[in-house]
């Protein structure tokens, strides 16, 4: 599907961009190109990768005269760039509305205009039955895709919604090794609080997944493990064999959940079951030949898909933690 290929990634130069360009490489691609507003990231990747099929593009998706220039001959765009941290995006609501609401249409726009084959956008659990200000314009964001498939246009669009990826930049499993490392105190905003996780090669996997085998309009939300944060934080404990590690509860953050759920109550009477590694929500504006192709798959007959049921016990976590080179 990308031999050959143009693609373009916003966003390109956080945990996922890192993971994606990995994996894209060894489709040989033409060119990949990778925008985002962080010299000193770019730099470090030119560096890493050494590759002549990279080319780096300084931009923001804020500005939309920047992404026509780089959407110029590109068939495939993976949409990456947000305002991603939940008490970031509280702070400074307009600022996380301009990326993510206002950049996404400026994305949509620009693959419109270069008449690109299919833009996938990635969302996250957050964005199901929002409580926060990142939700919120993540699941506009989502809106906007989706509309996009409605234009007098032949890119396609579509979603693929996950939950926690372990190991990303920020991520409570870097979180958790400093304060055990560094205090001997792990923090906890609630101890019944949990969570979706996967590791990012499996993520980008799944994601490559989405790509080749939609058609456009659907949301591709991955079936995920769940875990509780307290179990997390006890195996990374165990593994570093260091006694008398405290474990403190904070307090919930504003806009946090107990519970993430990857689709909610309301979308769960228009979710199929794809397959063993995927639900696809259907939407709710008409687009051509959508409900039809989806028309054989089984509905699910959940409520909505929440990281409370279903959790990984320690030693399931264990391995998984194992797997994705977390643990010693």
């Not at 101890?191 to 659907?218: H, N, P, Q």
Request: net charge negative; aromatic share 8%; hydrophobic share 40%.
């Amino acid at each position: 599907m990308f031999k050959d290929k143009r693609i373009l990634i916003t966003g390109a130069t956080g945990s996922w961009g890192h993971e994606l360009v990995s994996q894209l490489l060894q489709e040989k691609p033409k060119e990949i190109r990778l925008f985002s507003r962080n010299e000193s990231s770019q730099v470090a990747m030119m560096r890493q990768f050494s590759d002549k099929r990279l080319k780096f593009i300084i931009g923001d998706i804020k500005e939309r005269e920047g992404l026509m220039q780089a959407c110029q001959d590109v068939e495939y765009v993976f949409h990456l760039a947000a305002l991603k941290h939940v008490p970031v995006c509280e702070e400074q609501p307009l600022e996380a509305l301009k990326t993510n609401v206002l950049g996404t249409q400026n994305v949509i726009d620009a693959a419109i205009y270069n008449h690109v084959n299919k833009v996938v956008y990635i969302s996250t659990d957050k964005a199901a039955n929002p409580s926060n200000f990142y939700g919120l314009s993540k699941a506009m964001g989502e809106r906007l895709i989706i509309h996009a498939n409605t234009l007098n246009t032949d890119t396609k669009f579509v979603c693929v919604r996950g939950g926690n990826v372990l190991g990303t930049n920020g991520s409570v499993i870097h979180v958790f090794k400093n304060q055990i490392a560094e205090k001997g105190v792990v923090g906890i905003t609630d101890l019944r609080m949990t969570r979706f996780f996967l590791t990012i090669e499996e993520a980008i996997g799944l994601l490559f997944k989405a790509t080749y085998e939609s058609i456009g309009g659907e949301i591709f939300v991955m079936k995920m493990p769940t875990c509780t944060i307290l179990d997390l934080a006890r195996v990374l404990i165990e593994d570093s064999g260091k006694e008398d590690v405290e474990i403190i509860e904070l307090g919930k953050r504003p806009g946090e959940k107990i519970h993430e759920i990857l689709f909610s109550e309301y979308e769960s009477a228009s979710t199929v079951h794809y397959d063993k590694h995927y639900f696809v929500i259907l939407p709710s504006i008409e687009i051509d030949g959508l409900k039809e192709y989806y028309a054989s798959y089984k509905p699910v007959e959940m409520e909505n898909y929440n990281s409370g049921e279903n959790l990984m016990n320690k030693d399931e976590l264990r391995t998984l933690l194992e797997e994705g080179g977390f643990l010693s």
